[in-house]
């Protein structure tokens, strides 16, 4: 699986957008991008993934650029339970879908 | 509707006693994983199963056996505990396909001292 980038931190203030960027620039044409959080000490989160197009839910929505090489997380308006730990994941799905998870980035949302 | 349940949620153990860890779903999902997070560190794969009666090694097998008797059971076991095992444990589940992600237990906390 293609390995990931990320800031290690990151600071945003209550109520406006979290842009979280995830670099995986070695990326292959039947990876996906999965992003995952961890709130202090429970287990993982999924949030979101795509493959080309760009995704939304209700939780966030996942930018990813046309040369599949970078993508965003953005959490619309943050509040302060989205302080946590954000994972960027690529993974072919074929793979027993093992996913690999880095050090990710820490966003703590400021009130 | 439980989900992922894990027990114990803590254990305190001795070098050298032996543990199991369970992991039970109600999801029916295929695919069913144990991680261990270190602190400040990110999730190691340690074992995983594709479906009933089938395992395989992860990341950091050395030390653990796992066994999936059951679709719904995805048991952890450490025979001999070392002090390096000290660790959260997170079991995992997921369906067959690609369309959702994973789904969490909430931890084991094991001690080795």
């Known amino acids: 699986d293609a390995k990931t980038t990320q800031p290690p931190s990151m600071d945003c203030a209550e109520g406006r957008a979290a842009n979280l960027p995830c670099n995986h620039s070695?990326?292959?044409?039947?990876?996906?991008v999965y992003w995952y959080r961890q709130i202090h000490s429970q287990g993982p989160q999924y949030i979101i993934h795509?493959?080309?197009n760009n995704e939304t839910n209700e939780m966030a929505s996942l930018i990813i650029t046309e040369d599949r090489k970078s993508s965003t997380l953005i959490l619309p308006h943050a509040t302060l339970r989205d302080t946590a730990v954000y994972y960027c994941i690529v993974s072919n799905p074929g793979s027993a879908r093992q996913l690999t998870f880095g050090s990710g980035t820490q966003l703590t949302v400021l009130p | 509707n439980a989900g992922v349940t894990q027990t114990p949620k803590f254990r305190v153990l001795k070098t050298g006693q032996s543990m199991t860890l369970l992991c039970a779903q109600d999801?029916?999902?295929?695919?069913m994983y144990w991680y261990r997070q270190d602190p400040g560190m990110g999730l190691r794969l340690i074992h995983y199963?594709?479906?009933?009666?089938?395992?395989a090694k992860g990341e950091v097998p050395d030390g653990y056996n796992v066994s999936r008797l059951k679709k719904q059971n995805f048991l952890l076991g450490l025979e001999s505990a070392a002090p390096s095992q000290t660790s959260v444990y997170f079991c995992a589940t997921a369906r067959g396909d690609r369309l959702y992600g994973y789904t969490f237990g909430s931890g084991t906390r094991l001690t080795v001292v």
């Open positions: 070695t990326i292959s044409g039947n990876e996906y």
């Open positions: 795509g493959l080309k």
């Open positions: 199963s594709v479906g009933e009666g089938t395992t």
């Open positions: 999801m029916n999902h295929e695919y």
